[in-house]
């Protein structure tokens, strides 16, 4: 429990202190650094061989809002700032209709061999739920089964991040956004974190990241 703990205050950490940093410019405050260092250090129990594809450890709902609460003390950014930071987003050229998005999206992912799976058109669901046009939204999914077989035997808890979604909105100017949570891992590298990623694992994934990019990419500018 305690290094699952280590783990989440790190992630909320780095979030808070590389989030502020990129948005404001200003430097991470020495408190945090070296709370954030104290967090990364190795420890004894880190340093034993997980066992593939088992789940840790629950964190409690209350030590989960605790932790978050800590995350939010520490960074000047407001909620929606820290959700605008996750997220992969690019506006489709304006002559594009709908369709021609998603049928660039689908002809990529088949050229580059990413599997599509499904999509959940929930903009169709909320009109016939209300009876009342709603802006456009849909979730389209993609899969790489043989990357996620071996995400889930480094983290079961991973999971509840499967499949790969990609998605595409109208905002209130009825322009059309895909976006995607921003699963970039780069900033691992050279990083000495307990429990690291194989480097075989961190390619994988940073590959199929590259690939739900050039579909992103595909779709907002049109190309089959």
């Not at 995350?71 to 992969?88: C, G």
């Not at 905002?171 to 780069?186: K, P």
Request: proline fraction near 5%; aromatic fraction near 4%; hydrophobic fraction near 45%.
């Amino acid at each position: 429990m305690a290094i699952l703990l280590k783990a989440l205050r790190a992630m909320s950490l780095t979030l808070a202190a590389g989030g502020a940093l990129a948005q404001v410019g200003s430097p991470v405050n020495s408190g945090t650094a070296a709370v954030l260092a104290e967090d990364l250090a190795p420890t004894t129990a880190s340093a034993r061989p997980d066992t593939p594809n088992t789940m840790m450890a629950t964190v409690s709902p209350e030590e989960r809002r605790r932790l978050m609460r800590q995350s939010l003390a520490w960074s000047s950014l407001s909620l929606r700032e820290r959700i605008n930071l996750m997220t992969y987003k690019v506006e489709a050229q304006p002559d594009l209709t709908w369709d021609d998005v998603i049928s660039s999206m689908r002809h990529r992912a088949n050229k580059i061999n990413l599997k599509f799976v499904g999509a959940h058109l929930i903009h169709k669901e909320i009109e016939a739920i209300t009876g009342k046009p709603t802006p456009k939204v849909a979730i389209y999914h993609f899969c790489d089964a043989l990357v996620a077989r071996d995400l889930l035997d480094y983290s079961l808890e991973a999971a509840a991040l499967l499949p790969c979604r990609i998605a595409v909105v109208e905002d209130s100017r009825q322009r059309i956004w895909l976006a995607m949570f921003d699963g970039d891992i780069g900033w691992l590298d050279g990083a000495t974190v307990p429990g690291r990623l194989p480097d075989s694992l961190q390619e994988a994934i940073s590959g199929l990241r590259r690939g739900l990019e050039e579909i992103i990419q595909a779709g907002a500018s049109g190309t089959l």
